[in-house]
């Protein structure tokens, strides 16, 4: 019993402090650990990921996005004119509008003032700057998660607990 128990404690704690995003690094609209990086899901409270874009052409000159967290009506919208093909942005370069309930509020937000642990949904429109307006699309969800040391410790503590009363019911028989 001892050996299973540590077995799959190992195993929490390996799944706890890997990242398991099947991001494609080849996509229109992603997010990175850093300005070239590849495409990842999982970010931890303390980092300030960046953005990468690639527009179908260079003839687009517009781009807007819209971050939502999934768990709230709020969202957050900053927007980007660009003329480059393929740009990289740092998340603490972005001024954001809050929405509330769809009501614009009052002031502006930076990265670390409105980031949190949990899902975050991207959805990014491109369009050309003269009629017609057609463009397009991009959708890329990622995660803020709590720092792998955090988790760790959290575990390790569970785990003593765990141990201890294994114990105490062991010794009992």
Same mark, same amino acid.
């Given at each position: 019993?001892?050996?299973?128990?540590?077995?799959?404690?190992? @195993? =929490?704690?390996?799944?706890?402090?890997?990242? @398991?995003?099947?991001?494609?690094?080849? %996509?229109?609209?992603?997010?990175?650990?850093?300005?070239?990086?590849?495409?990842?899901?999982?970010?931890?409270?303390?980092?300030?990921?960046?953005?990468?874009?690639?527009?179908?052409?260079?003839?687009?000159?517009?781009?807007?996005?819209?971050?939502?967290?999934?768990?709230?009506?709020?969202?957050?919208?900053?927007?980007?004119?660009?003329?480059? %093909?393929?740009?990289?942005?740092?998340?603490?370069? @972005?001024? @954001?509008?809050?929405?509330?309930?769809?009501?614009? %509020?009052?002031?502006?937000?930076?990265?670390?003032?409105?980031?949190?642990?949990?899902?975050?949904?991207?959805?990014?429109?491109?369009?050309?700057?003269?009629?017609?307006?057609?463009?397009?699309?991009?959708?890329? =969800?990622?995660? !803020?998660?709590?720092?792998?040391?955090?988790?760790?410790?959290?575990?390790?503590?569970?785990? =003593?607990?765990?141990?201890?009363?294994?114990?105490?019911?062991?010794?009992? !028989?």
């Amino acid at each position: 019993m001892g050996k299973k128990l540590f077995v799959a404690f190992i @195993f =929490a704690l390996l799944c706890s402090t890997m990242s @398991f995003g099947t991001a494609l690094a080849v %996509q229109p609209l992603y997010v990175a650990h850093s300005s070239g990086g590849a495409a990842d899901t999982d970010f931890g409270l303390g980092e300030t990921p960046w953005l990468f874009i690639s527009l179908p052409n260079t003839g687009l000159s517009f781009t807007s996005y819209w971050w939502t967290d999934g768990s709230s009506t709020d969202y957050f919208t900053f927007t980007v004119p660009t003329t480059d %093909q393929e740009s990289w942005y740092n998340f603490s370069s @972005f001024t @954001f509008n809050k929405y509330s309930g769809g009501v614009l %509020q009052a002031g502006t937000w930076d990265w670390d003032s409105i980031k949190h642990i949990g899902p975050w949904n991207i959805k990014a429109t491109y369009s050309y700057p003269l009629p017609p307006t057609s463009g397009g699309e991009y959708n890329y =969800a990622f995660n !803020v998660v709590p720092e792998p040391i955090s988790s760790t410790l959290f575990l390790l503590g569970g785990a =003593a607990f765990v141990t201890r009363a294994y114990r105490r019911k062991k010794a009992k !028989v």
